[in-house]
């Protein structure tokens, strides 16, 4: 019967700053942040397109950069700074500009990619505002609309063919405010 | 209607488009109910073989597992419109996806588990994988539970039609061409897995379930039947859901079994699928061979189509069966063609089922028919936009089905597309040598009022205004994420003269909303939206009567805007939300509310096929240009050129984003896209080895709505959801045989099927 007895696991404790706050919880060593996320933050604005690192559904910002959650080891997120979806949008309910511009691009179709979508380009507009081109070189200028298509490469959308998702951008660079 | 439009034709985001966007929309994976257990379900190793045992006892000790099934502890009806799909499989799998046991358990983890510990015992058989295989007298019998109707044992289906004399038509062509085509496994790929939450309540007896499918009312009826109890005590509740695309039409194994599991338990069951399992198990586009023989005169008209199709069903029979309704359409009557001769048939292997995905068929055979259309103009040295033109189908035509073009924009649509794309001077070749571009043309034909396979096509509706000035929409009809309950809010807007903000739509659950056939054929803006204008007319005649008397006028014609009803002749206004308390309040006590039910004038075709399937019909045409890289065979897509008769431009925002998402799906039909199977068993079950487009990938799409304003349609608007996607796989592959000067037969075109082309060709040339 031994495959039958479930041993107990170690559980180590892990302290990060969720959408701005601090939380603490013990986890099991293989818990990866998506379902730290979504079972026990309770945030279900990340999704699971696969589990398997292939479609982009589930990416969170670490410390600024896009990850996807569902192959990052919760325990890594020890001590850093962890967005979602749920931490864009302002006390008052205002929309961040990344999903105002989605939704006024009509990026938003069955919506399941759009968390996701939105983390990737806020990374995006991020490393623009700080100075921190992507790819590469400091530059002035804003990012192409190719950049643009590279850089959400790892996010997969079923519904939109992307052409409004990289309008939403692109749009967004194009406002004073990211420069 | 001389009326001008306020809300309808603008640009208006998605009513929820701000809530999915902020994370906040509740899908089926994010359900949790209280004492909710997670199902998983064990499917068969072996795609053919005997079951000689199912052993669950270790499952049922593993801490955590309230519940195992198998066929043995249920007393259920066989699925699918035949009746031909066991829900759990008992004494035999048919297929890599056969369902042989489902488990409950506390957790995801432990419900996984438990499924390692079922001991299943198989007797290995050879499996029959091939269409043509299964029609052989030595074939076995793959489906047990056919009735025989047919005269091969594996037919699970088969379509006949013909109009005019063919063998007239063929003695008088000039030119006739024969071609097999190839078409692949493609599948839905919906971003959010398959799901169901099942709630059975043992006091009531009464089963609710939060499902994603997108025909509720049939659903309802289908799951009644499978588990032996009243439709009336099942509740269906859709959450949102992400992604349809035709394929939540049929109702698969998974779901009843969830209701099983919940039966058992008494407590709520949740199933979701893996990727993976969603790869293995959800739906996916009918592959098929299609044989055309098709004819010209010398004139460049059409004369004849002949046409053989061998689709291999799988092991049971889901509606893809039935996509010869539209494969028929299509070559029947998509170009004026004076014969036509079409036989379609369904053959039952130990494949993976089919199911229905976005174009139901037509994709397949709008690549063979314009791939021979290319074929025949370069065989009569026309110009292959000419020969479309000339044959291209016109407004009052009744094609040889009977098909009824009331409205028709197929002309205007090749022209727009053939002049904006250049098409006559076009670039040749690449920046040097190794890169060679070409130009495609490709035209279709759908349904776009519905389509009546069913005994109705109509859609019920609800509406009331409350006693604030707000309107509520409760509509059979259902949101995918298509964008339909946002249309349906602009009419209200526009025919109530009331903001967008005061609307609400009501359309997720069947215990309250009026009877709908469900999403399909392109129809939810064109019946949901003709039903809304009728329930509004209804509202209006009591409002309207009641202002009169309010006012104190005799005429009881109002226009309404800002929120008030404004007499046509004097000019006197009266706030809305005001007439509907005095409505209410006022003797006689009167409830602001109508209901109407919507039908469309289209009909049921008789035995042959023929007649008016729908309210109307929607054409579009595409021009693509590609580039193709000589030396890795990829094929890059530049410029796609859309023209599409949409009838009226409902809300341009929402429109473009149903174009280029078809778009991008039929570019990845044309390219990448395809489920390998080997002996039964599908190879490339992930994202990484099954080739979704990225946002790398997106061409320019330069989109022309064509407005032919049509008298059936919700101000003139006909339905758009599946035409994108139908003609751009075989634009693309006219492309790719444009600057290549080689022949496409079989999609996808991936690169090592272009440079095994191009090397063929080199080969003919020696
Ligand atoms: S769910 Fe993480 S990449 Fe798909
Ligand atoms: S909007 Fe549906 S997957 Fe992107």
């Known amino acids: 019967m031994k495959k039958n007895s479930i041993?107990?696991?170690?559980?180590?404790?892990?302290?990060?700053?969720?959408?701005?706050?601090?939380?603490?919880?013990?986890?099991?060593?293989?818990?990866?942040?998506?379902?730290?996320?979504?079972?026990?933050?309770?945030?279900?604005?990340?999704?699971?397109?696969?589990?398997?690192?292939?479609?982009?559904?589930?990416?969170?910002?670490?410390?600024?950069?896009?990850?996807?959650?569902?192959?990052?080891?919760?325990?890594?997120?020890?001590?850093?700074?962890?967005?979602?979806?749920?931490?864009?949008?302002?006390?008052?309910g205002t929309l961040h500009p990344v999903q105002d511009s989605l939704v006024q691009s009509g990026a938003v179709q069955c919506g399941f990619c759009t968390s996701g979508m939105a983390m990737a380009i806020k990374s995006m507009v991020d490393l623009y505002e700080t100075g921190q081109h992507v790819p590469g070189d400091i530059r002035t200028e804003l990012p192409s609309r190719d950049e643009i298509k590279k850089y959400l490469e790892g996010n997969l959308c079923r519904c939109t063919g992307y052409v409004k998702i990289i309008d939403a951008a692109e749009k967004l660079f194009a406002k004073e405010d990211c420069r | 209607m001389k009326k001008e439009l306020k809300v309808i034709g603008q640009p208006i985001p998605k009513q929820d488009a701000n809530i999915r966007a902020s994370g906040k929309a509740i899908y089926g994976h994010d359900i949790v109910l209280p004492g909710m257990l997670y199902g998983a379900i064990l499917r068969t190793e072996h795609p053919s073989a005997i079951i000689e045992s199912i052993d669950v006892s270790e499952a049922l000790k593993l801490p955590g597992v309230v519940c195992v099934i198998t066929a043995d502890d249920v007393d259920v009806n066989n699925i699918g419109y035949k009746r031909d799909h066991p829900i759990l499989k008992k004494g035999e799998a048919c297929c890599t996806r056969d369902e042989l046991a489902a488990v409950a358990a506390e957790t995801k983890a432990i419900a996984r588990q438990a499924l390692k510990l079922i001991k299943v015992k198989y007797k290995v058989r050879k499996g029959v994988y091939d269409a043509f295989e299964a029609l052989e007298d030595s074939a076995p019998q793959i489906n047990q539970f056919i009735t025989g109707k047919f005269e091969n044992k594996n037919i699970a289906e088969k379509f006949q039609y013909g109009h005019g004399n063919l063998e007239e038509e063929k003695k008088r062509s000039r030119h006739i061409i024969s071609r097999r085509f190839t078409l692949p496994r493609m599948t839905h790929a919906c971003m959010a897995t398959s799901n169901i939450t099942a709630s059975y309540n043992n006091l009531d007896k009464k089963l609710l379930l939060y499902s994603s499918t997108q025909v509720p009312f049939l659903y309802q009826r289908d799951m009644a039947h499978a588990l032996k109890i009243n439709p009336s005590d099942i509740r269906v509740i859709q959450p949102v859901i992400g992604g349809g695309f035709g394929s939540k039409l049929d109702m698969h194994p998974f779901e009843?079994?969830?209701?099983?599991?919940?039966?058992?338990?008494?407590?709520?069951?949740?199933?979701?699928?893996?990727?993976?399992?969603?790869?293995?198990?959800?739906?996916?586009?009918?592959?098929?061979?299609?044989?055309?023989?098709?004819?010209?005169?010398?004139?460049?008209?059409?004369?004849?189509?002949?046409?053989?199709?061998?689709?291999?069903?799988?092991?049971?029979?889901?509606?893809?069966?039935?996509?010869?309704?539209?494969?028929?359409?299509?070559?029947?009557?998509?170009?004026?063609?004076?014969?036509?001769?079409?036989?379609?048939?369904?053959?039952?292997?130990?494949?993976?089922?089919?199911?229905?995905?976005?174009?139901?068929?037509?994709?397949?055979?709008?690549?063979?028919?314009?791939?021979?259309?290319?074929?025949?103009?370069?065989?009569?040295?026309?110009?292959k936009a000419g020969i479309r033109l000339l044959n291209a189908n016109e407004k009052g035509e009744i094609t040889g089905q009977g098909l009824h073009y009331d409205t028709c924009g197929h002309k205007e649509c090749l022209e727009t597309v053939i002049e904006k794309s250049n098409y006559f001077n076009h670039k040749t070749s690449g920046k040097n040598d190794r890169y060679k571009r070409g130009i495609g043309l490709a035209s279709m034909l759908h349904v776009g009022g519905g389509a009546k396979i069913y005994r109705s096509d109509g859609c019920g509706t609800t509406l009331k205004i409350d006693p604030y000035g707000y309107c509520t929409i409760i509509t059979g009809s259902n949101e995918i994420g298509q964008g339909s309950e946002t249309v349906l809010a602009m009419m209200a807007a526009e025919e109530l003269g009331i903001e967008l903000k005061k609307i609400k739509v009501i359309n997720t659950d069947t215990d309250v909303k009026p009877w709908d056939v469900g999403v399909h054929a392109s129809r939810t803006s064109f019946v949901a939206g003709n039903s809304l204008l009728g329930a509004i007319r209804l509202l209006k005649e009591k409002l309207n009567s009641k202002a009169a008397q309010l006012l104190n006028i005799?005429?009881?014609?109002?226009?309404?805007?800002?929120?008030?009803?404004?007499?046509?002749?004097?000019?006197?206004?009266?706030?809305?939300?005001?007439?509907?308390?005095?409505?209410?309040?006022?003797?006689?006590?009167?409830?602001?509310?109508?209901?109407?039910?919507?039908?469309?004038?289209?009909?049921?075709?008789?035995?042959?096929?023929?007649?008016?399937?729908?309210?109307?019909?929607?054409?579009?045409?595409?021009?693509?240009?590609?580039?193709?890289?000589?030396?890795?065979?990829?094929?890059?897509?530049?410029?796609?050129?859309?023209?599409q008769d949409v009838g009226k431009v409902l809300n341009p925002l929402l429109l473009g984003g149903q174009i280029e998402g078809g778009i991008m799906q039929g570019v990845g039909y044309a390219l990448s896209e395809e489920l390998l199977m080997h002996e039964g068993r599908i190879l490339n079950p992930n994202f990484h080895n099954y080739k979704m487009l990225t946002a790398s990938d997106t061409p320019e799409i330069h989109f022309y709505p064509v407005e032919t304003h049509d008298k059936e349609g919700p101000y003139g608007a006909k339905g758009v959801g599946e035409a994108p996607l139908i003609p751009t796989a075989a634009a693309i592959a006219n492309a790719v045989c444009n600057a290549l000067g080689l022949e496409m037969l079989e999609l996808p075109i991936t690169p090592e099927k272009v440079l095994k082309a191009l090397d063929d060709k080199k080969k003919r040339k020696k």
């Open chain 2, 554 to 643: 005799k005429d009881a014609d109002f226009e309404y805007a800002d929120n008030k009803l404004i007499s046509g002749k004097s000019g006197e206004r009266i706030a809305l939300d005001k007439v509907v308390r005095e409505m209410h309040f006022s003797e006689p006590n009167e409830l602001a509310i109508a209901s109407f039910f919507y039908e469309p004038s289209s009909k049921f075709q008789d035995k042959e096929f023929k007649g008016n399937v729908s309210g109307t019909y929607a054409f579009a045409a595409q021009s693509i240009e590609v580039e193709v890289d000589t030396y890795t065979g990829n094929v890059q897509v530049l410029d796609i050129y859309v023209a």
């Open chain 2, 256 to 383: 009843p079994i969830c209701a099983l599991l919940s039966m058992k338990t008494g407590r709520p069951v949740q199933i979701i699928y893996s990727r993976e399992e969603e790869f293995i198990a959800s739906p996916i586009r009918q592959p098929m061979i299609i044989d055309l023989t098709a004819g010209v005169d010398k004139d460049g008209h059409f004369t004849f189509r002949e046409i053989n199709i061998i689709k291999d069903n799988g092991a049971y029979t889901s509606w893809g069966a039935t996509t010869p309704f539209v494969i028929m359409q299509s070559f029947s009557s998509l170009y004026k063609v004076k014969a036509c001769s079409f036989n379609a048939m369904a053959v039952y292997t130990n494949n993976v089922f089919a199911g229905s995905f976005r174009g139901y068929g037509n994709p397949q055979a709008t690549f063979a028919l314009e791939r021979v259309i290319d074929l025949l103009a370069d065989e009569l040295g026309m110009d």
């Open chain 1, 7 to 92: 041993k107990k696991e170690t559980l180590h404790e892990v302290t990060f700053t969720l959408n701005g706050k601090k939380v603490t919880c013990k986890i099991k060593g293989a818990t990866v942040l998506l379902d730290l996320i979504r079972d026990v933050f309770d945030l279900k604005g990340t999704k699971s397109g696969c589990n398997e690192g292939e479609c982009g559904a589930c990416t969170v910002l670490v410390n600024g950069a896009p990850v996807n959650s569902c192959l990052y080891l919760a325990i890594n997120a020890n001590g850093k700074q962890i967005e979602t979806i749920e931490g864009l949008i302002g006390h008052d």
